[in-house]
């Protein structure tokens, strides 16, 4: 990767013309990001982003979202996710995009908002959307119910909680997956 990135910075310092620019911009930032210069490949993305007919978009869209969730930036994730959503709804790789969504907006302190994309997610119509080489994962589900509990707990709805943190949505999850659900469960429970 750094030699790639090497490569790839020589060939942008020769001005190329679109597209073969904003393609070797989007490899670059993935070259950086890959090195761990993830401040540096969000630059790289957010170049590429405002091109609505840049081929790559929905990916760089992902990535910015990662980036800007991994460094506490929720607003911007939720951001960026939220517009991936929006533009590409057969985008292979939805369900994390919209995951990514409603958990940034509920650790940004906007809990309904997060609640909805999560619930969004968890509704089995959006399987019918999603590529079939992309299946959405168990854990993926877990963790949005988790978040859309947190935040119906959030939104003083404590029956909301439990109906999403049903036992059966849990089923098969690690010792320490289903602790966190039956502990919120209970306590939503005891406060009903």
């Known amino acids: 990767h750094a030699m790639a990135l090497a490569e790839l910075e020589a060939f942008l310092e020769s ?12 490899a670059r930032g993935i070259c950086l990001h890959t ?6 490949a ?3 993305f957010e170049r590429v982003v405002g091109l609505k007919d840049f081929e790559f978009r929905a990916d ?8 800007a969730f991994d460094a506490k930036g929720y607003n911007d994730a939720a ?33 309904a908002e997060g609640r909805a994309a999560l619930d969004a997610l968890l509704d089995s119509r959006l399987d019918a959307l999603l590529d079939a080489t992309a299946p959405t994962s168990p854990e993926l589900l877990r963790r949005a119910a988790l978040m859309a509990a947190h935040a119906s707990v ?18 098969g999850a690690p010792a320490a997956e289903r602790a966190a659900a039956d502990l919120l469960a209970a306590q939503s429970l005891h406060r009903l």
Do not use: M, N
């Open 15 to 26: 001005s190329p013309s679109e597209p073969e620019r904003s393609k070797a911009e989007y």
């Open 35 to 40: 090195l761990g210069r993830s401040a540096d």
């Open 42 to 44: 969000a630059s790289a």
């Open 60 to 67: 760089a869209l992902l990535l910015l979202a990662r980036i």
């Open 79 to 111: 951001r960026f996710a939220g517009t991936l959503v929006r533009e590409f709804p057969t985008f292979r790789h939805l369900a994390t995009a919209r995951q990514i969504e409603g958990e940034s907006l509920v650790r940004a302190g906007k809990p």
């Open 154 to 171: 959030l939104l003083k709805d404590d029956r909301g909680a439990v109906e999403r943190l049903a036992p059966a949505r849990f089923t």
